[in-house]
Every structure is written in C-alpha cells, then in structure tokens.
C-alpha cells in the first residue's frame, strides 16, 4: 500500500484561526480535499454582507475556492457540500448566488441542506464546508 498523507492548510487569502484548519488534504490514490465550514469573512476577518444572505453565500464560496485552490483543486473537483442556513432567512438571494458562481458545471455534487437556529456568530447567515476529489 502507497503512503498516505494529511496536510492542513490555512492558505494566504482566508483568517487563522487556532481552532480549525481551512482545508484538509489526504493523499493516496487519489487526493481528498476537506474544506472546513467557511463564513462569510474575508481574509482579514471581516464580515463581508451583513444582513445580506446574497452576499454572504458569495464570499463563503470565495473562501471555500481560496482553500480549494491552495490544495491544487477548483469547484469542478467539489464532490459534497454542506450548507447551514440560518432559520428564516431566504433561500433565494443564496441559491441565485450559488448558480452565479457554479455556472453550468457538469457534474454537481452530493449536497445537504440544513436549516439552523444558529451560526458561530449571530451576523453569520450561511456556512458551508466541502470535500473534493483529485484523481492524481
């Protein structure tokens, strides 16, 4: 059996925080990209789009992208998405930000769905985290 490999990322772009790491790489056959649940704060730790769940869902994506990225991954390669939105928010300004950014890719990946009380903060309207595959 090959050796395997685990690599935390906290890439340049995305907000360091000692309590989780951005994205997770395992490497053996093929190489898996876990992208811990991304918030709508910008690499400095702004909120970007308070109030705005639009907004929001656009920079978690662009977080969720940076990570991917700094993994040697793109979108195309997402095989599973999580998405916690928060309770009585809604869905449409988020999904119509999603179709922007994922466009007509082929191929979408698994998602859940959950509806919640509650993010980490109380601005926080959306989260998603992500896993992708990279056949190598």
Do not use: C
Request: net charge negative; hydrophobic share 45%; aromatic share 6%.
């Amino acid at each position: 059996m090959g050796r395997r490999l685990v690599q935390h990322i906290n890439p340049e772009g995305l907000t360091k925080n000692p309590a989780f790491s951005q994205a997770v790489v395992v490497t053996g056959p093929a190489k898996t990209i876990y992208v811990g649940g991304q918030d709508a704060v910008d690499g400095s730790g702004n909120i970007v789009g308070e109030g705005d769940i639009g907004r929001q869902t656009e920079q978690v994506l662009k977080n969720i992208q940076t990570a991917l990225e700094a993994a040697g991954a793109d979108l195309a390669d997402v095989v599973k998405w999580n998405v916690y939105v928060v309770e009585g928010q809604p869905l449409q300004p988020g999904f119509e930000a999603f179709q922007k950014v994922w466009g007509k890719r082929p191929n979408p990946p698994a998602i859940t769905a959950a509806i919640v009380t509650g993010l980490a903060r109380p601005e926080f309207l959306v989260e998603m985290d992500a896993i992708a595959v990279v056949v190598e």
